[in-house]
Nanobody
Framework: VQLQASGGGLMQVGGSLRLSCAAS????????MGWFRQAPGKEREFVAA????????DYADSVKGRFTVSRDNAKNTVYLQMNSLKPEDTAVYYC???????????????????WGQGTQVTVSS
């Protein structure tokens, strides 16, 4: 599976962006997907996860209520809709195929497989 993230850019505080992660290969729909981000000088952190069917989703507390993850298996694409953007959302955003256990509607990520190349999101105040 090859992943291509896109949709990043420069946005003002309070604005919205939608990131896309397009996957090649027929096995995409078998994978749960995750979005992660890495800000300068910080470690990569979890942002959102979605099950292979799209029926389960989970979010980091810092983005809950503002970001929405979704997927279209017919288009081999997963999305991250980001609303009410804050300066602290500035980071490079990555998508990845993940191995996850769902428990009490929370995603417990157990591993990663394929990563996209990342797309820069910059939120200016």
């Amino acid at each position: 599976v090859q992943l291509q993230a896109s949709g990043g850019g420069l946005m003002q505080v309070g604005g919205s962006l939608r990131l896309s992660c397009a996957a090649s290969g027929q096995t995409f729909r078998r994978y749960a997907m995750g979005w992660f981000r890495q800000a300068p000088g910080k470690e990569r952190e979890f942002v959102a996860a979605i099950s292979w069917s799209g029926g389960s989703t989970d979010y980091a507390d810092s983005v809950k209520g503002r970001f929405t993850v979704s997927r279209d298996n017919a288009k081999n694409t997963v999305y991250l809709q980001m609303n009410s953007l804050k300066p602290e959302d500035t980071a490079v955003y990555y998508c990845a195929t993940i191995f996850v256990i769902w428990s009490d509607d929370r995603a417990k990520i157990r591993g990663y497989d394929y990563w996209g190349q990342g797309t820069q999101v910059t939120v200016s105040s």
